[in-house]
């Protein structure tokens, strides 16, 4: 099975600055690579899939990199809906599709 | 716009079976082209994923859940349904249904399942 390991576990982050979230996978996923957000209370939405595709209506300050075994997820300028937990998925070896263990953006 | 959303009772006894449905808008399960997938989160942790089925019937279960799960569809309804027998408290977590192609791309509001006696 593929893990999936998430940097950092939290990140602490004003709003309007940059954030930048790692995701790293223990082989090669390609570009299947999926980002999750979570809001307290929420489901996960889909952020980010194919490691750079925007989903449906996902704003453009997000954006997604890498392939292979290291991704990075950016969120050019934090607006305070974008605090919450953010979870990489690989699906290159799926099913099963394994998920990080999550990184949550919190206010500083 | 396709919407999920999960249905079944908030309270099971250990040793029993769980039981949810997910019951699916705007999209047609029968139409095949998705697979429809139960994923699962502890209290404060990360998602885990259940299993999924297309609409032929055909199944996949995670390796560390399979002995114990059962994914149905019935299309006449467009719906499917997850049953995980011999609850423990371990199994106490919330369960989302969601529309799988690798990436999830729908995903229900997820419902809360506790398992105590």
């Known amino acids: 099975e593929i893990v999936m390991t998430q940097s950092p576990a939290t990140l602490s982050v004003s709003p309007g600055e940059r954030a930048t979230l790692s995701c790293r996978a223990s082989?090669?996923?390609?570009?299947?690579l999926a980002w999750y957000q979570q809001k307290p209370g929420q489901a996960p939405r889909l952020l980010i899939y194919?490691?750079?595709t925007r989903a449906t209506g996902m704003p453009a300050r997000f954006s997604g990199s890498g392939s292979g075994t290291e991704f990075t997820l950016t969120i050019s300028s934090l607006q305070s809906e974008d605090f919450a937990v953010y979870y990489c998925?690989?699906?290159?070896?799926?099913?099963?599709?394994?998920f990080g263990q999550g990184t949550k953006v919190e206010i500083k | 716009q396709v919407q999920l959303q999960e249905s079944g009772p908030g309270l099971v006894k250990p040793s029993q079976t769980l039981s949810l449905t997910c019951s699916v808008s705007?999209?047609?399960?029968?139409?095949?082209?998705?697979?429809w997938s139960w994923i699962r989160q502890h209290p404060g942790k990360g998602l885990e994923w259940i299993g999924y089925?297309?609409?032929?019937?055909?199944?996949y279960y995670d390796p560390s859940l399979k002995s114990r799960v059962t994914i149905s569809v019935d299309t006449s309804k467009n719906q499917f349904s997850l049953k995980l027998t011999s609850v423990t408290a371990a199994d106490t977590a919330m369960y989302y249904c969601?529309?799988?192609?690798?990436?999830?791309?729908?995903w229900g509001q997820g419902t809360l399942v506790t398992v105590s006696s």
């Open positions: 969601a529309r799988d192609l690798g990436p999830l791309y729908d």
């Open positions: 705007g999209a047609s399960i029968s139409r095949g082209g998705y697979y």
């Open positions: 089925i297309y609409y032929s019937g055909s199944t």
């Open positions: 082989q090669s996923v390609s570009s299947n």
């Open positions: 194919g490691a750079s």
């Open positions: 998925q690989q699906y290159n070896n799926w099913p099963p599709g394994t």
